[in-house]
């Protein structure tokens, strides 16, 4: 009687140590394919992309991009549908250049998607942005200058932009991009190109 | 028979959108294996918009750019991690569009302009 409790509990463990371990694996998946949470938030008229040049909208119409339908989440940083159904982070830092993919795995296992936008030559830019868009346990990021990290919150819409000081970029360009979650637990880092 | 009509209508109008916007781009590099810093350009014109995509999945970053045949100045130079990168020609100028593997793996990728 006694071995049969005891195998009773052994069970009983395994079976919730297994749904513990689904419920990880599930809670890891729906991070890595959740849309990011402002994709289908209600839009008001701050989220328009305004002041377009007519060559830029007529871009945007042949490539399939829903400008009306955009939804600002940071500084010049904007989630914009395309017709093909997939999302588009689209930056107006400097001209409009935008990232586009699977709207339902937009994240694609990533902790965030960010875009580098710049003028001027890639050895000695003379404007610097970087923005992106982060997952719900991406609380800030810090991007790493040479001359010293900058950090960012997130915005509550999951957005952040970061746009580089002159002394920033006179110390070169940034290296490296950290996601940071709660208490400033490191998520991820990713090394940012030099070219 | 008004219904079929409508929908044949309506098939027809759908595959030659997708007719157009297709025969609207221009692909000047790929699919193929993009090493680290490998890098393409297109010819000079006035384009919309340059676009190196159809990488698949997200993490590897490209590099477009738009470059004047006079002084070679870039303009709107744009890294990012998602499947398909895109910048706009903002200012309607006469450029060449410079797509670039801005990351240290390779992936395969394709350069196209609209």
């Known amino acids: 009687m ?40 209600e839009r008001s008229a701050k989220d328009a992309i305004t ?42 830092a400097s001209g409009m250049s935008m990232g586009c993919g699977p709207k339902n795995d937009f994240f694609g296992g ?34 790493a200058f040479p001359s010293g990290p900058s950090n960012a919150a997130i915005t509550t819409d999951g957005g952040f932009s970061i746009t580089a000081t002159k002394d920033q970029l006179a110390s070169g360009r940034p290296t490296q991009l950290v996601a940071l979650g709660e208490n400033g637990r490191v998520i991820q880092a990713f090394k940012l190109p030099q070219g | 028979m008004r219904l079929r009509i409508a929908t044949g209508a309506a098939v027809g109008v759908a595959a030659a959108v997708v007719f157009v916007s297709a025969a609207l781009a221009y692909t000047f590099e790929g ?15 006035v384009w919309y918009s340059a676009t190196m995509g159809a990488k698949g999945s997200s993490g590897y970053q490209s ?24 910048t706009f020609n903002y200012d309607s100028g006469y450029y ?9 793996v390779s992936y395969i990728a394709t350069c196209w302009t609209n």
Request: proline share 5%.
């Open chain 1, 51 to 92: 002041a377009l040049p007519a060559h830029v909208r007529v871009g945007a119409e042949r490539v399939g991009l829903r400008l009306d339908t955009s939804r600002k989440i940071a500084a010049n940083l904007y989630l914009v549908d395309k017709r093909d159904g997939q999302l588009c982070m689209v930056s107006t």
């Open chain 1, 110 to 143: 990533s902790a965030v998607h960010y875009g580098i936008d710049e003028r001027g030559s890639a050895d000695a830019p003379l404007e610097l942005t970087i923005s992106g868009v982060a997952r719900p346990d991406v609380k800030s990021v810090q991007v």
């Open chain 2, 31 to 45: 699919p193929k294996t993009w090493l680290p810093n490998w890098s393409a350009d297109s010819t000079f014109a």
């Open chain 2, 96 to 104: 060449k569009a410079h797509c670039k593997n801005n990351d240290s």
């Open chain 2, 63 to 86: 590099r477009i750019t738009f470059i004047d045949n006079s002084g070679g100045g870039w303009h709107w130079s744009h890294t990012d991690t998602l499947p398909n990168t895109t």
């Open chain 1, 2 to 41: 006694k071995i049969s409790r005891v195998r009773l509990l052994v069970a009983a463990s395994a079976v919730a140590l297994l749904a513990g371990f689904v419920g990880v694996v599930q809670t890891v998946t729906a991070q890595g394919t959740e849309p990011p949470i402002a994709a289908d938030r």
